[in-house]
């Protein structure tokens, strides 16, 4: 389980996102969490063989793909069935990604063994932009139990 540190690190050093599954269809929750990742200054990198482009960014078949094109990839952030992980975990192994986040809903224990064995770190069902919100203060004007306790904002903001 990952500690509210490890998250705030991870999301505050990954600023390059491989959305795996990314949807070109506004109203899915992949689109939804790419779009606010963009918006708080991330890059996404869009990871779909049935899409040319979305959300402005060329996308491509794998992430082996986008990494043999020039992209510098630092997290890779899978929207994708928990059976479809263990591939996706060996290209973000062989790429030098960072971390691989598996949304909610998504839990694969033996590619996250391999993955962390292989240096990188790995949060598992969990939303990157549920995540991105709580704990950098962007869920707090809605009335969300956040479970952080402060008046104040953290001193470090990313976006």
């Not at 600023?15 to 969490?33: E, I, M, Y």
């Not at 963009?38 to 990494?67: D, F």
């Not at 986040?101 to 990157?128: N, P």
Request: hydrophobic share 45%; charged share 25%.
């Amino acid at each position: 389980m990952s500690t509210i540190h490890e998250l705030r690190r991870i999301l505050g050093t990954c600023r390059t996102l491989a959305v795996v599954g990314l949807s070109p269809q506004w109203h899915r929750p992949s689109f939804f969490a790419a779009k606010y990742m963009r918006e708080h200054g991330y890059r996404i990198v869009p990871i779909n063989p049935g899409a040319t482009e979305i959300l402005g960014e060329r996308s491509y078949p794998s992430v082996t793909a986008a990494a043999d094109a020039g992209e510098r990839i630092d997290l890779v952030d899978c929207f994708r069935r928990s059976a479809d992980i263990p591939p996706i975990a060996d290209e973000a192994i062989a790429i030098g990604a960072k971390c691989l986040w598996l949304q909610i809903g998504v839990v694969d224990e033996t590619s996250a063994a391999k993955a962390r064995a292989a240096g990188l770190d790995v949060v598992m069902d969990r939303c990157v932009k549920i995540e991105h919100a709580r704990l950098f203060g962007g869920l707090n004007w809605a009335g969300v139990d956040t479970k952080v306790i402060s008046a104040r904002r953290p001193q470090h903001l990313f976006y």
